[in-house]
């Protein structure tokens, strides 16, 4: 078994035969009846009872998805929101999707240099030393971190393990929203602020390839810009890239797939609201796992017809 998580994500595609990525941005609003009444019932309406509801959905989407995608990536900020206990479902939700065979991206859009870096390393992906020296304590568990690499290098170096491809980041590039425009669409040089952060990808990333030819210096280019997510791929031929931006942010499938490489891989393409809302306004005694699964063979085969 490789490595390398990008050689790992993958050998994941191939074998669900599926690009998607499932976000697990748990929010009140978007609960199954049967998961807020149970919790209401065990633990009451406050912060407590939330994060049991969180953690009981949580595991109901991974049961539904685990097998019919590669990769899972929480929202970190629909987490810390609820504090230490919110916390806590963010680490069981890692902790669960890994048992159950699935790739864990952290969404936190880290970013610092140095010490401060290297600590959202060590929290996120390969954690952090004990009091003894040969003692290395868990972190989150997660295979990949989302970064703002804005700050050059100095901020992305240090999230990175050494010899690479332990664990990987995906550097903003092109992001989905519309105002992404204001800044990385920009002029600058012979292209555009995206470009030049585009290169510094590559070649970042260049002598870190996993045995599929990708590194674990990823990208995130929005399925909202599929012309963009062309040029990118010419300049970022080696980076895998993390496509937000389909579905409910109105992105096709066809839009998402833009970024593909020649070898028909290289995307993953994230859904949240459209996989993780669709049990939500069930009958309280329907099972909303199978309204999620379902949704998520739906934007699988979506996928699969525009390739």
Not at 95 to 102: I, K, W
Request: proline share 5%; charged share 20%.
């Amino acid at each position: 078994m490789t490595n390398h998580c990008a050689d790992r994500l993958l050998a994941a595609c191939e074998r669900t035969q599926s690009l998607a990525c499932v976000g697990l941005d748990p929010r009140v609003g978007l609960l199954p009846e049967a998961v807020r009444q149970q919790a209401l019932a065990a633990a009451g309406g406050g912060r407590e009872g939330v994060c049991a509801a969180f953690q009981a959905f949580n595991r109901g989407i991974i049961s539904a998805v685990a097998g019919r995608c590669p990769v899972i990536k929480p929202q970190v900020a629909c987490y810390e929101a609820y504090g230490s206990a919110g916390m806590a479902v963010l680490e069981d939700t890692i902790a669960t999707a890994r048992a159950a065979g699935l790739e864990v991206i952290a969404d936190g859009k880290r970013n610092d240099i140095g010490s401060t870096a290297t600590h959202y390393r060590e929290a996120w992906l390969s954690g952090p030393p004990g009091l003894d020296e040969e003692c290395v304590l868990a972190g989150a568990g997660a295979d990949w971190l989302t970064v703002n690499g804005y700050l050059g290098a100095d901020g992305v170096r240090p999230m990175l393990d050494d010899p690479p491809g332990a664990h990987g980041v995906f550097v903003l590039v092109k992001t989905s929203n519309p105002g992404s425009a204001e800044l990385q669409g920009q002029p600058s040089g012979e292209g555009s602020v995206m470009e030049v952060m585009a290169r510094l990808v590559a070649g970042w990333g260049h002598d870190r390839l996993g045995q599929c030819g990708l590194s674990d210096i990823g990208a995130v280019v929005g399925a909202t810009w599929p012309d963009e997510a062309r040029r990118l791929r010419e300049i970022m031929p080696e980076t895998l890239f993390l496509v937000p931006g389909y579905g409910a942010q109105g992105g096709s499938a066809a839009d998402a797939l833009a970024g593909l490489r020649s070898q028909g891989d290289g995307v993953i393409i994230n859904a949240s609201r459209s996989i993780i809302g669709a049990g939500c306004g069930l009958d309280p005694a329907a099972d909303w796992r199978e309204a999620i699964a379902a949704a998520l063979e739906a934007m699988n085969a979506d996928i699969a017809s525009a390739r």
